[in-house]
C-alpha cells in the first residue's frame, strides 16, 4: 500500500511537471504586437510611475488610449518606430530608448530645452593643451593655484593610483574645481570611487529602491546607500563641483554624493538627473528597449529623477565668452578664494 | 581491480556487491529558453550536452539499495524570432541519491526508486542588454527519481531499453528580486528574497531520458533521447529551459575485486 502511494505520488508529479509550463505570453511581430509588447513591459517594470503621476500627472493607461489607435497593419516599420518613441517620451526619461538599427528614439528635452553651459573653445583657455590625462580625467593646475578638473565621462574605469596621482599633483593647490559638465554618466562604481576621494567618514548618501512585482507601486523597502572612504589620498580642502544639464545618470549620482561631503558646493545650472538605474528588454520585432528599473534617492528620500538643484545658479555669459572667459569657472574660482 | 562485462553479463542479481555501471553520453539537440529577467521573448537554439552516470551496488538493504552519481554539464546558443538578438547559456548539474531496486520477469525488469540531491548551477548571458545582461543559476532540489530497465534479446543479441525521470519536488533557489540589480545584490549588499524555496509547484521541473543499450564486439554502446525540462516563477520572475536532447555514448560495468 505504501509502494503504491509512493508510485502514484509520482505519476501525480509527473501529470503536474508535463502539464505546468512557465510560459510569457508572446506577442505577434505586427504592429500591434510590438505595440502591446513595449506597452505592457513599460508597464510592468518601469519604476517611476507613482513619481511622475504627483509631478506630471503620467497615466499610463491614458498613454495607451492615446497611443492605441495611431496602430494599424498598414503602417510600415519607420511608422512604427516614430509612434514608439513618441509614447515612450511621455516617460520624460532619458533613461528610456528604443533602438532600431538606423534609429535612436530618445527623450532629450532635460538637456536640450536649456542653455548648454559648457563650451570647449572657453575650456580650452583654462586647460591649455598640457594638461595631464589620467582614466579620461583632463586636469591642471590654474595659475591662481586652484586646480581644475574635467571629468567628462564615467564609461571609463577609474584606478586608485591614478586618482593618487591626480590628487598628490594638486595637493599644493588652494582649492579644487571639479568639472563635470557634459558628464552623462557611466559607470556608478567610479562614481562611487571618485567620490570617495573627499570624505572621510563613511556617510550616507542615499537609498535605492527596486520593484518586487508587476504592479506600478509595488516596491521593496528603501535600502541606504553609503559612501566609503578611500584608502588612498583624500582631499580636505575646498572643492566646487561644478554642472549643467547634462550631468545626468552616474554624473548625477556623483552630485549626489559630493554634495554630502564637507567643504563641496556645487555651482552652474541644475544637473540633467536620471535617477533611475537602467535596464533591458526586447520587441518581437528585435527592437531593444531601455527603461528606469531601480529608483534611487538622495539622503532626504527626494528622488533626483530630474536633477539637484545648485548652491549657486550661474550661466556663462554672452560679456565673458567674448572675453573668453567661462563665467561659472571664474564663478568658482572666486568661492574657492574666499 | 578491474572487470568490464558486457549487457549479457548484467543479468546477475542485484546482491552483487561491489559493481559500478558508468556511462559517458555526448548529446546534441534543440533548446528553449526563456528568463523575464533578461527579457520576455522565448530564445531558441543548439545545445551540446555531456553526461556522466555511476551506479555502484552497496551493501544496504541486502544489497537493494544503490547509489547513483550524474554529472552533467551544458552550454547553448540562441536566437529569438528572426536572429536579431542573441543569449548564451550554460549549466552544471551534479545529483547524488540512492534507489532501491526490485528485480522482476525472471530478471528481465529492473525497477529502481529513490531520491536525489540535485544541485545545478549555471547563467545565461544575454548579448545586448545593459545591467541586466546576464542571469545567475543556482538551485538545490529533492528529487523523487525512477529508473526503469528492460533487458530482452532480438536477433540473437542482447538489448536493454531504460527510462529514467527525476522530478523535483522541493528545494531552494538563488534568484533576484524582480527588478533588482546584481549591483544591488553584491556592491551594496542587499538582501532582498535573494534565496527562496520552492517546490513542484512553483518550479515545475523533469528531467527524463529514454534510451536503448546495444553491444558492438565487447562495448555496449547507449543511445536514447534525453528531455530536459527545469522551469521556476519565483520572485515574480519566469523561467524555463526546455531541452530535447540526441544523446550517444557508452556504458561500462565494473566490479571492484579485493586485493589478494
Not at chain 2, 28 to 40: E, H, K, Q, W
Not at chain 2, 91 to 97: F, Q, R, V
Not at chain 2, 125 to 146: D, H, V
Amino acid at each position: 500500500m505504501k509502494r503504491l502511494f509512493t508510485l502514484l505520488f509520482i505519476v501525480a508529479l509527473t501529470v503536474v511537471s508535463f502539464t505546468s509550463c512557465v510560459e510569457e505570453e508572446q506577442f505577434s511581430d505586427t504592429p500591434e504586437g510590438n505595440f502591446e509588447a513595449l506597452w505592457k513591459i513599460i508597464d510592468q517594470h518601469y519604476c517611476f510611475f507613482d513619481y511622475k503621476k504627483e509631478v506630471y500627472g503620467l497615466d499610463w493607461d491614458e498613454v495607451y488610449a492615446k497611443y492605441k489607435p495611431q496602430i494599424n497593419d498598414n503602417m510600415n516599420e519607420t511608422q512604427l518606430f516614430e509612434v514608439l518613441g513618441k509614447m515612450l517620451g511621455e516617460l520624460r526619461d532619458g533613461h528610456v530608448n528604443l533602438y532600431s538599427s538606423y534609429d535612436l528614439s530618445r527623450y532629450w528635452s532635460w538637456y536640450e530645452d536649456y542653455p548648454s553651459n559648457f563650451s570647449d573653445t572657453l575650456q580650452r583657455n583654462y586647460l591649455g593643451t598640457d594638461y595631464r590625462l589620467a582614466s579620461g580625467i583632463k586636469y591642471t593646475i590654474l595659475d591662481d593655484n586652484i586646480g581644475y578638473v574635467y571629468c567628462g565621462t564615467f564609461e571609463n574605469d577609474l584606478g586608485d593610483s591614478n586618482l593618487d596621482q591626480m590628487l598628490l599633483y594638486l595637493a599644493p593647490c588652494n582649492g579644487l574645481i571639479i568639472d563635470v559638465r557634459n558628464n552623462g554618466g557611466g559607470k556608478i562604481v567610479s562614481a562611487e570611487k571618485l567620490a570617495s576621494r573627499f570624505t572621510d567618514n563613511k556617510l550616507l548618501v542615499g537609498y535605492m529602491q527596486h520593484k518586487t512585482g508587476t504592479g506600478h507601486s509595488d516596491f521593496s523597502s528603501m535600502e541606504t546607500q553609503y559612501l566609503e572612504p578611500s584608502d588612498g589620498i583624500r582631499w580636505h580642502k575646498k572643492v566646487v563641483v561644478i554642472t549643467n544639464r547634462k550631468v545626468f545618470s552616474s554624473a548625477n549620482e556623483y552630485v549626489k554624493y559630493m554634495r554630502c561631503c564637507d567643504n563641496v558646493t556645487q555651482i552652474g545650472d541644475k544637473s540633467g538627473g536620471g535617477a533611475g538605474f537602467p535596464y533591458s528588454s526586447e520587441l518581437p520585432c528585435g527592437w531593444s528597449v531601455r527603461f528606469s528599473a531601480c529608483q534611487i534617492f538622495d539622503k532626504d528620500k527626494n528622488s533626483t529623477e530630474f536633477g539637484i538643484e545648485p548652491d549657486n545658479n550661474v550661466s556663462l555669459s554672452t560679456t565673458d565668452f567674448l572675453r573668453g572667459k567661462d563665467t561659472i569657472i571664474e564663478f568658482a574660482r572666486k568661492k574657492l578664494s574666499e | 581491480m578491474l572487470s568490464t562485462v558486457s549487457i549479457e553479463a548484467q543479468n546477475d542479481s542485484l546482491q552483487t556487491k561491489g559493481i559500478i555501471d558508468r556511462c559517458h553520453l555526448y548529446g546534441v539537440g534543440i533548446t528553449n529558453i526563456l528568463d523575464t529577467y533578461l527579457s520576455p521573448e522565448n530564445y531558441t537554439g543548439i545545445e551540446v550536452r555531456f553526461v556522466g552516470e555511476t551506479t555502484r551496488t552497496t551493501q544496504l538493504a541486502n544489497g537493494k539499495i544503490s547509489q547513483y552519481q550524474l554529472s552533467m554539464g551544458n552550454i547553448s546558443s540562441m536566437n529569438y524570432r528572426d536572429g536579431n538578438g542573441s543569449e548564451i547559456a550554460g549549466m552544471y548539474t551534479y545529483n547524488i541519491g540512492w534507489h532501491y531496486n526490485w528485480i522482476l520477469c525472471d530478471g528481465h525488469l529492473r525497477l529502481q526508486a529513490g531520491g536525489l540531491l540535485d544541485f545545478n548551477i549555471g547563467f545565461i548571458y544575454n548579448t545586448r542588454n545593459s545591467n541586466n545582461p546576464a542571469q545567475g543559476k543556482l538551485y538545490l532540489n529533492i528529487s523523487p527519481s525512477l529508473i526503469a530497465s528492460y533487458k530482452f534479446r532480438l536477433w540473437n543479441r542482447p538489448f536493454s531499453v531504460r527510462y529514467l525521470l527525476n522530478i523535483p519536488i522541493a528545494g531552494v533557489m538563488f534568484s533576484p528580486n524582480y527588478g533588482q540589480s546584481y549591483y544591488e545584490i553584491f556592491s551594496e549588499g542587499n538582501y532582498d528574497h535573494n534565496v527562496v524555496p520552492t517546490t513542484f509547484i512553483c518550479s515545475p521541473s523533469l528531467r527524463n531520458m529514454l534510451s536503448i543499450d546495444f553491444n558492438i564486439g565487447h562495448s555496449t554502446f547507449r543511445i536514447g533521447y534525453m528531455g530536459d525540462f527545469q522551469q521556476s516563477n519565483v520572485n515574480n520572475l519566469k523561467s524555463h529551459t526546455w531541452s530535447h536532447l540526441f544523446m550517444i555514448g557508452f556504458v561500462k560495468r565494473f566490479k571492484i575485486l579485493p586485493a589478494l
